[in-house]
């Protein structure tokens, strides 16, 4: 058993290979979520099998055969086996993952082309990896035949599923996501597009440009939801607040401009949303 794997605060499950693993030519060696460790580091060591992981919450580092990655909500790496490799905790993370081996893993993984191109740090374009990674992992059949197949089974949807919908994580793509912490911690004051295209050092068309290939919408679109989103949080908190400082909270100078973005976002205004919110507390 790896050395980090021995902590009792991990959610992991360790599995023996039976005849039906050797048939599939597929082996799952453990799987498991790992919720806000810090710190957390594993040492250098190398393995004789794949390390599937994916970054829930956080931010981490990855090192294989001397090329590092910083990792951050949403990414994924997949390290090889007999590599020497280690990953590090930046800040308390929170992550998903699977070790794996088999002759038709190694088949797979050549014919998908997976193991050419960038491996530890890339993205998705939707949900449907991750589903399965923690359905995997969720899965509880424990070490009876039909567990053993259908984890297997799920791993081999997985792994074209990643291929599909892969996304490089470009320089770019890592500076987009820490600008994403800096709004979620900056909701509270005044943000234009001047302002946020000067802290990620771009010109605001370039930063405009950039930010709408990797995320499907204008920069101001996704920030005014993210005011409505922790508007909605503040609410089911309180539902007593008031709106107008609900709406200074969350960065709106006057109640009126928040109300009308409020149910722009959501279709209704916020007074209705607090009224449904405080009918839940009673019922």
């Keep these: 058993m790896d050395k980090i794997a ?3 605060s991990f959610d ?6 039976g005849s039906i693993s050797a048939e599939m030519g597929v082996r ?22 794949y390390l599937l992981l994916l970054t829930i919450k956080g931010s981490a580092m990855v090192q294989e055969q001397g090329q590092s990655k910083e990792l951050s909500p949403g ?7 007999r590599q020497e490799h280690t990953y590090q905790a930046i800040t308390p993370w929170s992550l ?20 050419s191109i960038e491996r530890l740090c890339f993205r998705q374009q939707n949900e449907a990896a991750a589903g399965l990674l923690q359905e995997l992992v969720r899965s509880q059949q424990g070490s009876t035949a039909s567990g053993e197949a259908y984890r297997n089974a799920l791993l081999l949807q997985l792994l074209p599923t990643l291929k599909h919908n892969y996304l490089w994580k470009s320089p770019e793509m890592n500076r987009l996501s820490r600008f994403e912490n800096f709004i979620a911690e900056n909701l509270h004051r005044p943000l234009t597009l001047e302002i ?18 990797h995320f499907g919408e204008a920069p101001m679109k996704q920030v005014r939801k993210m005011r409505v989103e922790r508007a909605m949080n503040l609410f089911r908190a309180d539902p007593e607040a008031r709106v107008d400082e609900v709406a ?24 209705e949303f607090r009224r449904r919110v405080a009918e839940e507390f009673i019922t």
């Design 6 to 8: 021995a902590s009792k």
């Design 12 to 17: 992991i499950s360790h599995y023996q290979a």
């Design 28 to 49: 799952i060696v453990s799987a498991g979520l790992v919720e806000g460790k810090y710190p957390y580091h594993c040492l250098p060591r190398i393995r004789d099998d």
């Design 75 to 81: 990414d994924w790496f997949l390290l090889l086996p």
């Design 96 to 115: 998903a993952y699977v070790h794996f081996s088999g002759w038709l893993v190694d088949s797979l993984l050549q014919n998908l082309s997976l193991l």
């Design 196 to 213: 946020l295209a000067e802290k990620m050092h771009l010109s605001k068309f370039h930063f405009a440009r950039v930010f709408h290939e």
């Design 248 to 271: 200074a909270r969350v960065g709106f100078a006057d109640a009126l401009h928040f109300s009308r973005v409020f149910r722009q976002v959501t279709g209704i205004p916020p007074s």
